[in-house]
């Protein structure tokens, strides 16, 4: 995040008190300017007569901070202020469930001829959840590739280009992984330059993207070399995993515990965003 906007200058009264005072919401992405820590808001409690706001990173560690100066959000300067009270968070149904403000009585576009791949139907339908009101106001459709092995062959079939872009989200994509290697033979391929655009996320798989909390439990299962994720995964839950149908039914249970973008990792809501706004732009 950048610093340019935040100097000695801003130290001054009169200066602090032209900052915008933004309201802490859950799921809100903060940087604290002092500590450099940046995570997304947890919960927020009154301690010793002030407001103590919790800040989680992505590997999930969680540090707490007093609210008011010192904090960046998108990279700007705020005052960080207590939560709305509940007449305005009344208003909140005029939102949708990634957070951008629902238009309402306005059709779903066409589609465009730009796309966002990810990777399996799970990926699919949590970025449906989430940001399927957004992305029918914008007439841009998401498609399950069932794994990214030949996604080479995939993007040359697309043939991008101006006005028919694409942008590629996929799992575990971390510095020298399959999945990295892949995405930089996309990337060097005529005319995926400025049209492609691939991003990912670090979690084994999309189901990791949901926050813990959101489940109820402290942290994500670790599974066993060897052992298929998904599988273990409900092994440790304890909810049946023998069959394909066993799978659907338990990430369904999954799926319904995600209300808003508030209930999924930073790490994959900026990423989505960024393919967002890289199909949307002019």
């Known amino acids: 995040m950048s610093y340019q906007n ?18 802490v919401e859950r799921g809100m992405v903060l940087e604290d300017v002092q500590s450099g820590w940046v995570g997304a808001v ?49 208003a909140a149904g005029t939102r949708t469930a990634s957070g951008s403000v629902r238009v309402e009585g306005q059709r779903a576009q066409v589609a465009k001829a730009s796309r966002i791949w990810v990777e399996g139907k799970h990926d ?46 996929v799992d575990h994509l971390v510095p020298d992984s399959k999945e990295s290697r892949i995405a930089q033979a996309v990337m060097a391929s005529p005319g995926a ?13 999309v189901w990791q993207a949901i926050r813990p909390a959101v489940l109820g439990i402290e942290k994500w299962p670790v599974i066993p070399r060897g052992v298929d994720w998904k599988t273990g995964i409900l092994t440790a839950f304890g909810w049946p995993h023998s069959t394909k149908e066993d799978i659907g039914l338990g990430w369904q249970k999954l799926l319904g515990a995600v209300r808003s973008y508030a209930d999924l990792e930073p790490s994959l809501l900026g990423r989505v965003e960024e393919v967002i706004d890289f199909l949307t732009v002019p």
């Open 6 to 23: 935040w100097g000695p200058q801003d130290l001054s009264a009169p200066a602090r008190a032209q900052l915008p005072e933004v309201p």
């Open 42 to 90: 947890t919960r927020v409690e009154k301690s010793g007569g002030m407001h103590v706001v919790a800040l989680e990173d992505r590997r999930g560690k969680s540090r707490s901070f007093r609210l008011g100066f010192g904090f960046l959000l998108e990279g700007q300067p705020i005052r960080l202020m207590p939560p709305a009270p509940r007449a305005a968070a009344a």
């Open 193 to 205: 330059a400025g049209n492609v655009l691939i991003v990912g996320h670090p979690y084994v798989d």
């Open 124 to 169: 699919a339908e949590l970025v449906e959840r989430v940001w399927g009101d957004d992305l029918r106001v914008e007439g841009i459709v998401v498609e399950p590739l069932h794994g990214i092995d030949d996604l080479a062959g995939a993007v040359a079939a697309f043939r991008p280009g101006p006005g028919r872009r694409l942008g590629v989200l």
